[in-house]
């Protein structure tokens, strides 16, 4: 029973190394104040956001999560997806408490895992910004210039 309760506690302090807070995605495809309400009511529809605010001018959504929810990002670009728009850039904000970030080497946050691009080794602090530069979450364009290669899924092309 000890040994269950030890690897519990380890799990859990590895687990809460690093909390994505929010999202700041952009879309593309928006014409009207009916568009955004529907990107807008997709999103509301994940279990894990707490709040969306739309910026309709920079077709912009600033989405908070619930506190130690399972934050999913392909969940919000396919709501987006299905709502009939597309995702042109994905910056999360994500707190981090003394992850080691190593040069080719995907960190793991929770369910989800980080390749930083043109990052040397370091220990990350606090809140940083982390822009996901996948496919469906920059532009096509932006994309196509970057030539990552195919990760696994669950793993994210990202720069700070």
């Known amino acids: 029973m000890k040994s269950l309760l030890l690897f519990f506690a380890i799990a859990t302090s590895l687990a809460t190394k690093a909390q994505v807070t929010k999202v700041s995605l ?14 807008h009511k997709a999103l509301n ?14 077709y912009t959504f600033e989405i908070s999560f619930k506190p130690n929810s399972n934050v999913d990002f392909d969940k919000i670009r396919t709501k987006v997806e299905n709502a009939g728009f597309t995702v042109s850039g994905f910056v999360a904000t994500i707190y981090f408490n003394n992850v080691e970030v190593k040069n080719n080497q995907p960190v793991k946050l929770g369910n ?6 043109n990052m040397k080794e370091a220990l990350l602090n606090g809140v940083k910004q982390v822009k996901v530069m996948d496919k469906g979450f920059v532009s096509s ?4 210039s970057n030539a990552f290669p195919i990760l696994s899924p669950g793993t994210y092309h990202a720069t700070m």
Not at 45 to 58: E, H, N, P, Q, Y
Not at 112 to 117: Q, S, T
Not at 141 to 144: H, Q, S, W
Request: hydrophobic share 40%; with cysteine; charged share 25%.
């Open 26 to 39: 952009q879309a593309s495809g928006l014409t009207c104040s009916m568009c955004s309400n529907s990107i």
């Open 45 to 58: 529809t994940l279990d894990f956001v707490d709040k969306i605010d739309a910026d309709i001018k920079t």
């Open 112 to 117: 989800k895992a980080f390749l930083f691009a």
């Open 141 to 144: 364009k932006e994309f196509k």
